[in-house]
């Protein structure tokens, strides 16, 4: 890595940090297989699901974490002074799953290909990898640059990287 690179990361990363004190507060039912969350910035409702079904194909549980604006759209916000609440309240929500749930494998997609939203995710990802022992996937396929996650075993990278390949995931 070069060190203009160090620098612009290390940047990212402080400034992603210090955002995350404007985190907001998520309000979660928990369920075994299922996470549901919401909270609110500038009177708009934000909701996450995070999931996991019986997979037949692996010996372990791949948990997908999703996010969305109102009832289940793809564009999350158009506020731009929304993204300092809404990406380290996001950050902290997926920490908190992590940090409560210890999933053997979790997902999460980039809705589009916005560098600078799979810069973040990537961020995210390897700051929960390092902080909880997992291994950070970014991007998860070299031909798929826009899922991200964490696994704990590196065997189950292989195996969630060939059910990808293989459009079970």
């Given amino acids: 890595m070069n060190e203009k690179h160090s620098r612009q990361t290390f940047g990212e990363w402080l ?7 404007n985190a ?3 309000k979660w039912t928990k369920k075994m297989k299922e996470w549901k969350g919401n909270f609110t ?3 708009i409702e934000y909701n996450i699901h995070v999931y996991t079904d019986d997979d037949p194909l692996t ?10 604006k109102g009832e289940n759209t793809t564009k999350i916000t158009g506020d731009f002074a929304a993204h300092f609440i809404l990406v380290p309240t996001i950050k902290n929500a997926f920490e908190e799953f992590i940090k409560e749930k210890h999933p053997d494998a979790a997902l999460f997609l980039a809705a589009d290909k916005s560098k600078s939203r799979k810069s973040l995710y990537k961020q995210t990802s390897d700051f929960i990898g390092t902080k909880y022992n997992y291994i950070s996937i970014n991007p998860m396929l070299d031909d798929n640059d826009t ?3 964490v696994c704990k075993e590196q065997y189950m990278v292989d195996t969630v ?9």
């Fill in 24 to 26: 907001v507060k998520v």
């Fill in 59 to 68: 010996n372990f549980e791949i948990w997908e974490f999703k996010f969305y």
């Fill in 41 to 43: 910035i500038n009177d």
């Fill in 161 to 169: 990287k060939k059910l990808i390949k293989r459009s079970y995931i």
């Fill in 15 to 21: 400034a992603l940090t210090e955002a995350g004190k």
């Fill in 147 to 149: 899922l991200f996650g």
